[in-house]
């Protein structure tokens, strides 16, 4: 038997053993990884969405004895619905369970990946992650030259004069934009009170230059307030807890076959439709992975 393993053993035993025989207590902080594109998940480009990881962040703040909770973050975003719900997710359950939460950046932590690493006490990273991108983005293409020039007519019924809004297949609508990037902006003012409120007087940069979407690599972020130190899980909690400390990973739960437990059930998809999908998602989290040059 093994030193660690016989540590474990002992650590199990020990609410049973008389008090004078107990070994000294080893400090448990439990990690969980959320590593993709936020908001959409398929098997070619797995990724961060609310129903895949909220049972693995319940199990880990239900492990008994914790310290803290790690969360170990790389994402260059995605969905701000989907990152805001993971947010909320975190904090609901570190204030339910009363510990403190910490995260630690891979190589990037941008946008909504920045948001839900806004949902940890101290965030860490490595001295070349990055980090911010704190804006809102949307994109499509253009298509009415190409339909006129090979002489295809896009017919659309709606009832609704906005219902087709944004078509690609039609000219650019100047109003169309405007209604965009209200939206937008809406959004983004409330991505812009979340990171203010978590991180509150550290933020040492006026927002005309925190908040433009732009990134950084994390030592200049750092110097703006935006993270808290450098370093990986495992040294950073060493440093904090001791060179015992467990640091149990805490995954996505399987079946008794090996396979992970599904979030919700779908209806099957046609032939080759759903190959179609995972390709084209697969693509675009490519393309946004690429943004921040990784």
């Known amino acids: 038997m093994t030193a660690s393993l016989a540590n474990r053993l002992l650590q199990r035993l020990r609410p049973y053993l008389p008090v ?8 448990v902080v439990p990690v969980v990884r959320l590593t ?20 693995m962040l319940e199990r880990a703040f239900d492990v008994a004895d914790a310290k803290a909770v790690a969360i170990v973050i790389n994402s260059p975003g995605g969905s701000a619905v989907q990152s805001h719900l993971i947010h909320r997710r975190i904090r609901m359950l570190a204030e339910d369970a009363g510990l403190p939460v910490l995260v630690f950046v891979e190589d990037v932590a941008a946008s909504g990946g920045y948001m839900i690493a806004c949902a940890g006490d101290e965030i860490f990273a490595d001295p070349s992650s990055i980090i911010g991108s704190i804006g809102v983005i949307g994109a499509t293409f253009g298509f009415d030259r190409l339909m006129e020039r090979i002489g295809v007519e896009r017919r659309v019924y ?3 004069e906005r219902k087709s809004m944004l078509d690609p297949f039609r000219p650019e609508d100047p109003d169309d934009v405007e209604r965009l990037k209200t939206i937008q902006r809406a959004i983004h003012a409330k991505f812009i009170a979340l990171v203010k409120a978590r991180r509150g007087e550290r933020l040492k940069e006026p927002d005309d230059a925190l908040f433009t979407g732009e990134y ?14 450098f370093g990986d899980a495992r040294t950073v909690l060493r440093a904090r807890f001791g060179d015992d ?3 149990p990973l805490i995954t996505a739960e399987r079946t008794l076959f090996g396979r992970r437990l599904p979030g919700f059930s779908a209806a099957p998809a046609a032939p080759g439709a759903g190959l179609a999908a995972d390709l084209v998602s697969a693509i675009e989290a490519r393309a946004l992975w690429s943004r921040y040059g990784l």
């Open 158 to 160: 709606t009832a609704g």
């Open 36 to 55: 993709g594109v936020i908001g959409f998940s398929t098997p070619l480009s797995p990724g961060i969405t609310m129903v895949g990881v909220a049972r």
């Open 20 to 27: 004078p025989l107990r070994p000294p207590e080893i400090p």
């Open 245 to 247: 400390v467990s640091t």
């Open 216 to 229: 950084w690599e994390a030592e200049r972020a750092q110097a703006f307030g935006l993270i808290d130190g």
